[in-house]
């Protein structure tokens, strides 16, 4: 296991270095200046000797292949860079906001499958029953709901209705528990409410698979209850794609949170970003794309070795 481990983080290092040349060279091909972001409305002020001096502060000046050299240098010793704006680190960004996000990616997903999975499971043990539709429903529902509409929706009520906003600025868990999950709650919530759908849908096409295999037939003709069948031999067998699902959305919801905290207007890294692309800082974009690619890749291990968990057959070699 250790062996497979290490081969496959070795496997993710090419595909970490791929990321970060493609949205290096991404950066410098989009529109946008950061000079002309930093002088306003009024760019025709910029005098020649100004943006060389700008420029050379901020390393633009540099040939590319040093200023990709110089990233890597700042990304190896931790500092993941410096903000063209704020003049603070990454890393000190990350810290900051990347608690926030996360918790929001764990509430999401933490209801989606307390959701997905036993809708998924009443849907497939009562196939094309009242039950069925009904929760074949609630997926196309939530499938159909865009999370940004959901999100301005919960946003207006709570303020038009209750006059309740959710506190602003940065709170950790651990300094205002109950401040902090006014912050993240609701974005957690319609981010699993939308990934429930998805994953009713998978859990419920995986166990019609499994219920009709044959020894699924051999435990009910030995008297096993239909609980135990289903919860003891169908379930787990099942289980399999749900995982593999489950851990691509996360994925997407550290990195798709960025709609829902705009719209919720929370701190976290999604709203950084959103800030970053506004002011052109190349740095803090390169970098939390970077991180979310790393993420990914570990996202994928963490799959793979939970597949040897749920199905003892499977060994690594």
């Given at each position: 296991?250790?062996?497979?481990?290490?081969?496959r983080l070795?496997y993710?290092?090419?595909?970490v270095?791929?990321v970060s040349?493609v949205?290096f060279?991404?950066?410098?091909?989009?529109p946008?200046?950061?000079?002309?972001?930093?002088f306003?409305?009024?760019p025709?002020?910029?005098?020649?000797?100004?943006?060389?001096?700008?420029?050379?502060?901020l390393g633009?000046?540099d040939?590319?292949v040093?200023q990709?050299g110089n990233?890597?240098?700042?990304i190896?010793?931790g500092?993941?860079g410096?903000?063209?704006w704020?003049?603070?680190t990454v890393?000190?960004l990350i810290?900051r906001?990347?608690p926030?996000?996360?918790?929001i990616?764990?509430?999401?997903?933490v209801l989606?499958?307390?959701i997905g999975v036993p809708?998924?499971?009443?849907?497939?043990m009562h196939?094309?029953?009242?039950?069925?539709?009904?929760?074949?429903?609630f997926t196309?529902l939530?499938?159909?709901?865009?999370s940004?509409?959901?999100?301005s929706l919960?946003v207006l009520?709570?303020?038009?209705?209750?006059g309740w906003a959710?506190?602003l600025g940065?709170?950790d868990?651990?300094?205002n528990p109950?401040e902090?999950?006014q912050?993240?709650?609701r974005?957690?919530?319609?981010?699993?409410?939308?990934?429930s759908?998805?994953?009713?849908?998978?859990?419920?096409?995986?166990?019609?698979?499994?219920v009709?295999?044959?020894?699924i037939r051999?435990?009910?003709?030995k008297?096993?209850?239909?609980?135990?069948?289903?919860w003891?031999?169908?379930l787990?067998?099942?289980m399999l794609p749900?995982?593999?699902?489950?851990?691509?959305i996360?994925g997407?919801?550290?990195e798709?949170?960025?709609?829902?905290e705009?719209a919720?207007?929370?701190?976290?890294?999604?709203?950084?970003m959103?800030g970053?692309f506004?002011?052109v800082d190349?740095?803090?974009?390169?970098?939390?794309?970077?991180?979310?690619?790393?993420?990914?890749?570990?996202i994928?291990l963490?799959?793979?070795?939970s597949y040897?968990?749920?199905d003892?057959r499977i060994r690594?070699?």
């Amino acid at each position: 296991m250790q062996r497979y481990i290490l081969r496959r983080l070795l496997y993710g290092i090419p595909t970490v270095i791929g990321v970060s040349i493609v949205i290096f060279l991404a950066m410098r091909v989009v529109p946008g200046d950061p000079v002309v972001v930093m002088f306003g409305d009024e760019p025709e002020l910029i005098r020649p000797e100004d943006r060389a001096k700008i420029e050379a502060d901020l390393g633009l000046s540099d040939p590319l292949v040093v200023q990709y050299g110089n990233w890597l240098k700042d990304i190896a010793t931790g500092k993941l860079g410096v903000s063209f704006w704020r003049g603070d680190t990454v890393a000190d960004l990350i810290k900051r906001r990347g608690p926030i996000t996360v918790e929001i990616a764990v509430i999401g997903i933490v209801l989606a499958w307390a959701i997905g999975v036993p809708i998924g499971i009443l849907s497939a043990m009562h196939q094309n029953s009242v039950a069925d539709y009904l929760a074949r429903s609630f997926t196309i529902l939530f499938l159909a709901i865009p999370s940004f509409w959901l999100a301005s929706l919960t946003v207006l009520l709570f303020l038009l209705v209750w006059g309740w906003a959710a506190p602003l600025g940065v709170i950790d868990i651990w300094d205002n528990p109950i401040e902090n999950l006014q912050i993240v709650l609701r974005p957690g919530i319609v981010l699993g409410l939308a990934a429930s759908a998805y994953i009713a849908r998978m859990t419920r096409s995986t166990l019609l698979e499994v219920v009709r295999e044959d020894y699924i037939r051999t435990a009910r003709a030995k008297g096993l209850r239909e609980r135990v069948v289903v919860w003891r031999h169908a379930l787990r067998n099942s289980m399999l794609p749900v995982v593999t699902l489950s851990g691509i959305i996360f994925g997407f919801m550290l990195e798709g949170s960025i709609v829902l905290e705009q719209a919720f207007n929370v701190p976290g890294l999604g709203k950084a970003m959103v800030g970053a692309f506004r002011d052109v800082d190349y740095t803090v974009i390169q970098s939390l794309v970077l991180l979310y690619g790393v993420v990914f890749v570990l996202i994928n291990l963490l799959i793979d070795v939970s597949y040897g968990w749920l199905d003892p057959r499977i060994r690594y070699a």
